[in-house]
T-cell receptor, first 109, second 115 residues
Framework: KNEVEQSPQNLTAQEGEFITINCSYSVGISALHWLQQHPGGGIVSLFM???GKKKHGRLIATINIQEKHSSLHITASHPRDSAVYICAVLGGSQGNLIFGKGTKLSVKP | DVKVTQSSRYLVKRTGEKVFLECVQD?????MFWYRQDPGLGLRLIYF???????EKGDIPEGYSVSREKKERFSLILESASTNQTSMYLCASSSDMIRETYEQYFGPGTRLTVT
């Protein structure tokens, strides 16, 4: 079983829809990251959180440490949000990041 | 802004060739990482380094080696490239693995094809 599981693997939405991507993990962690990867490969960090909720523009990330679960929400989705969203947890045996396999989001106009 | 650069965006090499992938960061970060990314498998850690001349194996080090002679530069070496090393290679750096503000910054990636 993977230590970090994301769902769904693929997601297609219409512009304007509210989007939720989920991440569950099985290891103890000190922090969880949400990353965004656009076609072409570059990865940028969206959020790093260890408790509660963070908001940046139309993006909201929440984490429930007891349930070992995090969600990334996108409000009023737009085609430019189309990307792969990756969940990663800090807590490997060597203190490194453990990555989920990503969720590919396509937002249609 | 933190900048992590990689020497090539696209690279095509032949089986058996020795391949060098270079990564440079300009933020004086202690930690540097090499990952490969494959469809359906996500990002997997190959090697990482906590300091100059220090290296640690990640999850999939076989077939790879690394070099960190200077703090800002971390090189990934494929001693004898094979077709199963065709992949997207991503370099990352971070300032501290323990602090609350720990964050990894990624380079643009090198798409390597071994024929």
């Amino acid at each position: 079983k993977n230590e970090v599981e994301q769902s769904p693997q693929n997601l297609t939405a219409q512009e304007g829809e509210f989007i939720t991507i989920n991440c569950s993990y099985s290891v103890g962690i000190s922090a969880l990251h949400w990353l965004q990867q656009h076609p072409g490969g570059g990865i940028v960090s969206l959020f790093m959180l260890s408790s509660g909720k963070k908001k940046h523009g139309r993006l909201i990330a929440t984490i429930n440490i007891q349930e070992k679960h995090s969600s990334l929400h996108i409000t009023a989705s737009h085609p430019r949000d189309s990307a792969v969203y990756i969940c990663a947890v800090l807590g490997g045996s060597q203190g490194n990041l453990i990555f989920g396999k990503g969720t590919k989001l396509s937002v249609k106009p | 802004d933190v900048k992590v650069t990689q020497s090539s965006r696209y690279l095509v090499k032949r089986t058996g060739e020795k391949v060098f992938l270079e990564c440079v960061q300009d933020m004086d970060h202690e930690n540097m990482f090499w990952y490969r990314q494959d469809p359906g498998l996500g990002l997997r850690l190959i090697y990482f380094s906590y300091d100059v001349k220090m290296k640690e194996k990640g999850d999939i080090p076989e077939g790879y080696s690394v070099s960190r002679e200077k703090k800002e530069r971390f090189s990934l070496i494929l001693e004898s490239a094979s077709t199963n090393q065709t992949s997207m290679y991503l370099c990352a750096s971070s300032s501290d693995m323990i602090r609350e503000t720990y964050e990894q910054y990624f380079g643009p990636g090198t798409r390597l094809t071994v024929t």
